[in-house]
């Protein structure tokens, strides 16, 4: 079985200020074979891709990929988030719920000439129903699915064991039956030796290696119009005032994760544009809450405290989040309080002021106290097994926010007599999956249909055995929780799902597994002089990377090739050198209906 990560967000972060500024670089071009010049966008990531398998792919690069490279039936619109078509044109439900019917657009095209059809995903679903490793990044969409068929090249459809309420934000790739029904094994295959991939989405991959980079060109059939760029380009970097001095020197086009030192640096360069908008992802902490597969066995080496009610919140009493978002954030966030970001306002929750896990030492100390964890003659909180609270947390290695977090945490935590060792690797991957943790922070990006990160925290999502990796988050199993997950999953009005969901928020902060710290914004910037115009989601005020969608880089407009600025209007954000950000026109091609993103990505 093959090691998959969830998609969490770990976007690119860098300690420290950035490094001088250049301003005035070009639009990187590259020699075509006719002789011309071709423009190149090139954005920087930080995160290793997990799998260009859309089966097995969880990480938010991996996503992304997928989401420029693939349809999937339905999609986001770029302005509100609702429902518009996709790989589907329409769809329609039986009266009784339990029969979907979606009908596939006649004019869209794999990339190697063939025509995509309700075939297609008649067999993407149906593998993922029948293969447990075809249903590992995205099972829990299928898990409920009693027959799907193709009933004609444009009829899709699906019949339903029960109702479903994610009908119409099916977040799963659609991918050509006659490539994909040659694989054998779907938990080793990773989709990376054989280029191009056959794709239909907007762009078609063509080279990748490891830690390196991941190329993509315009698919030139794409139904709603190709991109203008002449190449897409992910370039990995470890570091990310390396990726910020790449950007000053003009070496790419677009960075994201920006540290408030590097945004207020760039903030003053010449053709350089920060764009600072709330973000669709949060920052938290989460507890071991002891590690175990579906066959009930435990593993890992948790610290047993962890499983103490009374510790866990002890802990979360004695963090100050304002502190964190003042001082580490300094400001680039909002303070943490419920599961979902308060982008997403039918479904945001916080906690009355009763519930409320409130910055508090003396309250932390006194459920300590009271739970039997006295402080010894030398200030340490022991067991009752006489074992000191000294306790591990995981840190991305690549992200200064984790490790500017854990300095504090290590300050406040030990004048409670508690002990901290953060553990800051490159990857974190093994020692998580193993549960071989105690505490980690955490990060997930939310889509505008929350059932996938609601997801991973159902018994349902762990390992099936402690070989096996899941889709579990972090080992939570709680009936209350997965009761109030099965009733969410099919209810189909509106009003009354998200008050099942934000009961779900309250069970799973009252059980003090997780707790959200922050909700960064995104700050990223991007070259003027390379990037005339791109589109934003939410279009008034949101980010471009990890969008909703594709729309961002299939928006983007090449600047001229004199290597200025230019502020004409044109589809999405217009900029000019200094200037605001300003809204133009929609982009018109869409009918009127959603979709969800990857979301988010351990690491």
Request: charged share 25%.
């Amino acid at each position: 079985m093959a090691t998959k990560v969830p998609h969490r967000i770990r976007v690119l972060l860098a300690s420290g200020a950035a490094a001088v500024l250049v301003a005035g670089a070009a639009t990187p071009t590259a020699q075509a074979a006719d002789g011309e010049d071709k423009k190149v966008l090139t954005i920087a990531v930080s995160q290793s891709v997990d799998s260009l398998s859309p089966f097995l792919a969880q990480k938010l690069v991996s996503t992304t990929i997928h989401r420029l490279t693939y349809e999937y039936l339905t999609n986001y619109d770029v302005k509100d988030a609702r429902t518009v078509p996709g790989l589907a044109t329409e769809w329609k439900s039986s009266p009784d719920k339990l029969t979907w019917t979606y009908t596939i657009r006649k004019d869209s095209k794999w990339s190697d000439g063939k025509q995509a059809t309700a075939e297609d995903a008649a067999w993407t679903f149906n593998k993922m129903m029948t293969d447990e490793n075809a249903a590992t990044a995205n099972g829990s969409f299928t898990a409920n699915f009693k027959k799907v068929t193709a009933t004609s090249p444009e009829t899709l459809v699906i019949e339903l064991k029960k109702p479903q309420a994610t009908m119409t934000a099916l977040d799963v790739p659609i991918v050509p039956k006659h490539v994909w029904e040659q694989v054998d094994d779907f938990s080793k295959f990773n989709n990376d030796k054989k280029f191009p991939i056959v794709g239909n989405g907007p762009f078609v991959i063509t080279d990748f290696k490891v830690d390196q980079f991941v190329k993509l060109k315009p698919n030139k059939e794409f139904w709603r119009g190709a991109p203008k760029f002449d190449e897409l380009v992910l370039k990995y970097y470890k570091d990310g005032d390396a990726a910020v001095a790449a950007l000053q020197k003009g070496e790419v086009s677009f960075v994201q994760g920006l540290t408030p030192a590097q945004a207020t640096a760039l903030k003053s360069a010449e053709n350089i544009k920060v764009n600072d908008a709330p973000g669709r992802r949060f920052f938290a902490l989460a507890t071991n809450p002891g590690a175990r597969s579906k066959d009930g066995k435990t593993f890992g080496s948790g610290h047993k405290a962890l499983l103490d009610p009374a510790v866990r919140k002890a802990l979360f009493h004695a963090t100050d989040r304002k502190t964190i978002v003042d001082k580490v954030f300094q400001g680039h966030a909002v303070e943490g309080e419920g599961y979902i970001p308060p982008r997403f306002a039918s479904y945001f929750w916080k906690p009355e002021a009763s519930q409320k896990i409130a910055y508090d030492p003396a309250k932390a100390a006194q459920l300590l106290d009271d739970a039997g964890y006295k402080k010894n003659s030398g200030g340490k909180r022991v067991g009752k097994d006489g074992k000191a609270l000294d306790f591990r947390i995981l840190c991305h290695a690549t992200d200064p926010n984790d490790k500017a977090i854990g300095k504090y945490l290590q300050e406040w935590w030990g004048e409670l007599g508690i002990g901290l060792k953060v553990e800051c690797l490159d990857s974190v991957s093994d020692p998580w999956l193993k549960g071989d943790y105690d505490l980690a922070f955490d990060g997930w990006s939310v889509n505008p249909d929350p059932d996938f990160v609601l997801s991973i925290h159902t018994c349902a999502a762990l390992p099936a055995t402690p070989k096996d990796s899941g889709a579990t988050d972090n080992f939570i199993c709680d009936k209350p929780y997965d009761d109030l997950y099965a009733k969410q999953a099919v209810e189909y009005d509106a009003a009354k799902r998200a008050d099942l969901v934000k009961q779900m928020e309250s069970r799973l902060y009252d059980t003090g597994y997780m707790n959200v710290l922050a909700y960064p914004n995104a700050v990223e910037a991007y070259r003027t002089d390379q990037i005339k115009s791109i589109k934003t989601m939410p279009e008034a005020a949101g980010n471009l990377w990890g969008q909703d969608g594709y729309w961002s880089w299939w928006s983007a407009e090449p600047a001229a090739g004199d290597g200025g600025s230019d502020s004409g209007t044109s589809m999405g954000v217009v900029v000019g050198i200094g200037a605001a950000v300003v809204l133009a026109a929609g982009l018109g091609l869409f009918a009127a209906m959603r979709r969800r993103s990857t979301a988010e990505d351990r690491e």
